[in-house]
């Protein structure tokens, strides 16, 4: 008994420095291990070599709507799926995998992160808790965060339609993303039901 606790205690401590590596804040430490807080404290200052950060985690699913964190988002929420889909990867374990291929995608194509591993674990919060969802561009065929509530019929993405006030961005950005997007893992597709009952 005693040996089973020592070895799930270890594999604790491995997972929140493994966080902490992948830019985790204390808060999600908290979540999703069963370390105490002074315990994590340490850990923190030990794997990073300062005190964690101070303030709320982000609580808004907004953020993720406006132009460039939702192709970020779109692009990580994808990963995501697709390893849930087709590997026995399952919650923090998914998550970390997909964070790390997302940033894997952005080194080769030589793109600048700009969802951090926080926004990256909200995003699949609200995802699973149906206050997001991912909705089909009706030009380039990919899928894209949305609002789950919204209406999303006519949905065109953030780089088909570039927004105006992406200003130089669109330019140096834009292209380089659409290689990225294009590549990504696709999900499966829901099964259709037959309109014909059995």
């Known amino acids: 008994m005693l040996c089973k606790s020592v070895v799930s205690d270890a594999r604790q401590v491995q997972l929140a420095a493994e966080l902490v590596r992948l830019g985790a804040r204390l808060q999600v430490l908290e979540s999703e291990t069963s370390l105490s807080r002074e315990r994590l404290l340490k850990l923190y200052k030990e794997v ?59 080194q080769i194509n030589r793109l600048d992160a700009t969802l951090s591993f926080t926004r990256a674990w909200s995003l699949v919060r609200f995802y699973e808790a149906k206050m997001l ?42 292209e380089p993303l659409k290689s990225v997007m294009a590549a990504r893992p696709q999900p499966a597709a829901a099964p259709r039901r037959s309109a014909v009952a059995a």
């Open 48 to 106: 990073k070599g300062e005190s964690p950060p101070k303030g709320m985690l982000p609580f808004s699913t907004d953020w993720f709507m406006s132009w460039m964190p939702n192709i970020h988002s779109s692009l990580y929420l994808d990963i995501y799926r697709y390893l849930v889909e087709h590997t026995p990867a399952r919650g923090i374990d998914a998550m970390m995998t997909a964070y790390r291929l997302y940033l894997e995608h952005l």
């Open 133 to 174: 969802d991912t909705a089909q561009c009706r030009q380039c065929s990919g899928r894209y965060v949305v609002h789950a509530m919204d209406l999303h019929e006519h949905f065109v993405c953030g780089l088909c339609h570039v927004p105006s006030r992406a200003g130089k961005t669109r330019k140096t950005v834009s």
